[in-house]
């Protein structure tokens, strides 16, 4: 047996060593932060975020204003894109991101509740992974539905059997899929940027404004300080591009197999430093 | 002892910017019952946050049991806390409280259940198990705490203020759960303000004041090392002022006074062994019948009140 998965008999015990251990840590630490993901105090503004752009959907399904009407399905790609570009993919995945990834540590400083893991036979790279892969899934699940559902609700009620040719048989379906995939990005990148920001930094709102403020911004940068962004490379994936305005600095999309590696190696980066500082954490709740 | 089995402190500082924490400690603390003694601010809530790495020290090092601090993934296999922090995961039972961290430490779920079920046994916890921590008392929460720090049997726990909030029936419970734990070999490391009840407990106990460790060791051995406070022993016997007499004629008596209802001598001696020496002489001699002795000021609150100058805390 190697010393990966050496077994260690302390009374009527079974300990794991190495990864089949930490693999069982992650789970454990999982599974009680994906319970506080959903179902805790601060899950309610989650809800509330990942429901924004369904509602004003929701609404012109059920009252469509006279005048209004959209003749042909093809128009909707392009309202779409805009949706998801400016509701869904800057604001609802941004500040869900933000609120969930933040508050993994943050939250529990803020709680007194930090110092229980910190007193658990877990290294503390391992409790970050847990935590990191919690707001992952609860981010995913949140926004990819928002995603999905944003698509739905604006195609099946005004078209509903040209829909579902265009979502079944046409370019419908890898656009969703797409547009799926993108929001798993934006999760895993804003995720790591939002934890590390929450290890760090006392009051974390002022740092993610700030990126906020230089997301939307983007447009206007020269094409190099460009890829100094999340929303650069999410944009460089969207299948329908759209017009940034008169005054956007145009520059070259990244092709997919740079933008999708680029994110996930900075998202990895991230996370190392998050696990450095997360190593040398005090736990001094009075000056949190 | 060898070195793993001891808990050193070798030269260790912790400041808070510039407000000290804990100076310059040097410690070897050995299995048994030891007690951190000293007023709010003293610095003990400190040095049970460096030996369990929730602190780093400015300076020095520390290891428990010759694991550093600084490796939670092996320390915690060793060690349970019980800290001050009032406060626990939202939502959680007790035992929901107690099972999760376990399988944080990875201990498959059948274990995990198995040392939730006689955590909860220990402190007398079984029936408000199924309850949210959330809706228990002050004294069930430090309960469920304690509960927390013992349930993966570590061999080193470090207790904060681990009696406050419990209820008298309570608390002698939870000192005999300390001495039985003591009598197994463990080291516990427990803190308190009540000194009549680390007086009881302790198999020695640590003085600190303003971050100084002021004093160290057997009770008994601190108090006979201070030499400038005379130990002070009463004597109940038929002929007080014949015994002080007998006694004031050494040198190491410095004080004999007859009391007030003259059925008893009160004594300041700098050496009390030799006085006891002496007082056996004196009635195996029939100088005087006693029907009583005992010192005065051989116990933690006279140390306390000598070394750091107030009475201490009471239950």
Redesign the interface.
Known sequence: MSSATEVVSR??????LGWP?WL??I???F??EI??NF???RSLLIYLIAILPLFPLFVLAVFNPPGTRVKDINEYSMIYAFLYNGLILRTVVFFGSAWIFMNLFRG?LV???L??????????E?LVVGKYFSGLVTSIILFTSTTVIAMLLLYLPHFYSQSLRYFTEGRGLSQILTYAGITILACIGYGAFFLVVGLFIRNPIIPALLLYGWEWLNFLLPPLLKKISVIHYLNSLVPVQISQGPFAVIAEPTPAWIAVPSMLLVTLVVLVLAAYRI??L????G?D | MPLDQLIIFDNVSKF?GEILGVNRVNLQIAPGITSLVGPNGAGKSTLM?LM?????PTRGAITIVGIPT?Q??????KV??C?Q?D?????LTGREFLN??L??????RK?ANELTQVALERVNLVEAADRKVAAYSKGMRQRIRLA??IA??PAVLILDEPLNGLDPMVRAETIALFRKFAAEGLHLIISSHILHEVDMMSDRVVLLNNGYIVAEGNIHGVRDEMEEHPMQILIRCDQPAKLAAYVFAQNHVVEARVHDDRKGLFVKTRDADRFYLLLNRAVAEGEVNVESVAPVDDDLSAVYQYLIGTTGGSA
């Open positions: 009374k009527s015990e079974t300990r794991l251990l069982r840590q789970g454990a630490i599974k009680l319970e506080k179902l805790g105090r529990e709680d007194r509740s110092h229980y893991y910190f007193l658990s036979a877990v290294r503390r391992v190593r040398h005090e736990i001094r709740y000056s | 808070y946050n369990t790495g929730l602190l780093r600084d939670p993934e092996r320390l915690f296999r349970g806390y800290t922090f406060s626990f995961p939202r939502g999760s961290f399988l944080v430490h990875g201990f498959d274990r927390q720090a993966h049997e």
